[in-house]
């Protein structure tokens, strides 16, 4: 049976995956670099998915984070629709689905997350969708046409971005959220009652402190999901239903290999888990977060190239520990959020007057420092607040609220 190998093999072709095999090449790494992806698709940009590529926008071919020839030219050997099922740590091996076995040196598990299912009365129907693949997307093409209803289950930022999309597409569209506000996990109350206003007016219908009890069949296929049956007793007529109730990380690799696992695979400040000779980034990690003074886990598209970085230069022999500041980014209609930081323990609100009618700015406080802050078309505040978090400064609360002061100049000299 063929056997592979190769100095440095990385499981999980995405934004991690592709960043690590890129970094590598980037810091001096001369041996042998293997990228095993599931999909049959070089790495390619995920957060368009919810948006300009379910549009139809965008292509697969514009999806992609780098042109084939760079692989090629970097000698970075890609496996696609290549899927990984064992870890064997002594022989220093992989188990592939296909029966043959790929040997590293260095390991780095970059696998990633999936959508949480539901498993209700009526999960198993046609109709239902989720959203994280190409495939995903594709699946909901042929229904995705003016007209259609489209219930989304999850008020979160794929849930939203996707009903976006949808209302400006012509389709009817509902968000049934178990939480009493939108973005409850990710974003204070005040950034939800925004985002809550814009879809309204939008057209869509928010359905809050709604949970989901279970889909029945249409009435003219069996098969196919008719209704989603909510909590407080209502039956929303669907041709088709999003699900978006958040992700799952992909740890049973990492778990059945006896690596330490707790909400994610453990790793330390520079990427290594409890097998030193096996690295893991992105989504499926839970890490020291220096910023937070405490271990957390991330879904993030920065988070897994910074982690990336990290884990090469370990590599490459230049160790260089995690030491970044989380974001995030969402784009609706044509709201650009951007946010940094984590607000939830935050003691203090700022909301700062926007410099255009449909911008948006909060800052949250903690001992008259900001720890976090949501700019919505506010690119000059956005950058503005990264720094401020960095550097940890005693702020003025008045003073973040005053659109006359210029937050630069809050900022120590350079």
């Known amino acids: 049976m063929k056997e592979n190998r190769a100095n440095v093999v990385i499981v999980g072709a995405s934004h991690g995956g592709g960043e690590m095999a890129s970094r590598l090449r980037q810091g001096g790494f001369t041996g042998s670099v293997a990228l095993i992806g599931s999909e049959p698709y070089l790495p390619y940009h995920r957060p368009p998915l919810s948006k300009a590529f379910l549009a139809g926008e965008t292509t697969t071919e514009q999806l992609l984070i780098r042109a084939p020839s760079v692989y090629a030219d970097s000698k970075i050997d890609f496996h696609a629709s290549t899927t990984v099922e064992a870890i064997d740590r002594k022989k220093h091996g992989l188990r592939l689905g296909s029966g043959e076995t790929f040997g590293y040196d260095k390991l780095v598990l970059a696998t990633g997350g999936r959508p949480r299912r539901l498993t209700i009365p009526g999960s198993e129907l046609d109709g239902l969708h989720y959203m994280r693949s190409i495939a995903d997307v594709n699946a909901m093409r042929e229904v995705f046409v003016p007209g259609a209803r489209l219930v989304i289950v999850g008020g979160g930022y794929i849930g939203l971005e996707v009903a976006a999309v949808a209302v400006k597409h012509g389709l009817i569209v509902e968000v049934v959220e178990f939480a009493p506000r939108v973005l409850a996990r990710v974003a204070g109350p005040e950034l939800s009652a925004f985002y809550e206003t814009v ?156 410099r255009s009618p449909e911008g948006f700015v909060v800052f949250y406080l903690k001992e008259s420092r900001m720890i976090a802050a949501d700019c919505v078309n506010s690119i000059l505040e956005f950058n503005a607040a990264k720094r401020l978090i960095a550097d940890k400064l005693v702020l003025d609360p008045a003073a973040l609220a005053d659109p006359a002061v210029n937050l630069k100049s809050l900022l120590p000299a350079t």
């Not at 049956?229 to 992909?250: E, K, Y």
């Not at 990290?310 to 260089?320: L, R």
């Open 199 to 354: 879809h309204s007016k939008a057209g869509v219908r928010l359905r809050l402190s709604t949970g989901v009890e279970g889909f029945e069949p249409s009435s003219t296929n069996p098969a196919h999901v008719g209704a989603v049956r909510c909590s407080d007793g209502t039956r929303v007529a669907a041709d088709f239903v999003l699900v978006a109730v958040g992700l799952v990380p992909n740890i049973e690799l990492a778990a059945q290999a006896g690596l330490e696992i707790g909400n994610g695979v453990e790793v330390d400040e520079f990427c290594q888990t409890s097998d030193p000779d096996i690295f893991a980034i992105g989504d499926c990690t839970e890490f020291p977060l220096p910023y937070l003074g405490r271990r957390w886990r991330l879904e993030s598209v920065p988070n897994a190239m910074e982690q990336a970085r990290v884990a090469a230069s370990v590599i490459n022999g230049k160790p260089s520990a995690y030491a970044a500041i989380p974001w995030f980014w969402s784009d609706q209609y044509n709201l650009k959020l951007q946010a940094v930081g984590l607000s939830q323990h935050c003691d203090e609100v700022v909301i700062r007057p926007p």
